[in-house]
């Protein structure tokens, strides 16, 4: 985990950001990193199903060629949109 954990909104935009990325193995470096400042904020268990958790596995299944699972990830991908854009509405999202 990094000295200052990212916030969760920095956390959500990240995921969505990741979902033009092509690199495998920086998508899966990133998850890891991601993964450890979702911790800080929500515990390991909850992390485990949280949007974020869900879009970066969605990717990486995507890279890997996924069976199915759009149902998830687009209800994933609001979550994290709706997340983003409140902590931009009341500034709370740092670039």
């Not at 890997?64 to 409140?86: K, M, P, Q």
Request: a negative charge; hydrophobic letters at 45%.
């Amino acid at each position: 985990m990094s000295a200052t954990p990212r916030t969760l909104a920095q956390l959500a935009q990240e995921a969505l950001d990741v979902q033009d990325a092509c690199n495998l193995s920086g998508v899966a470096q990133g998850f890891g990193r991601a993964m450890a400042d979702l911790r800080h904020h929500v515990g390991g268990t909850d992390a485990r199903t949280h949007a974020i958790t869900v879009l970066w596995i969605d990717k990486l299944n995507d890279m890997t060629g996924r069976i199915d699972g759009f149902t998830a990830f687009s209800n994933a991908y609001a979550e994290c949109s709706a997340l983003v854009a409140r902590a931009t509405a009341d500034g709370t999202a740092a670039a």
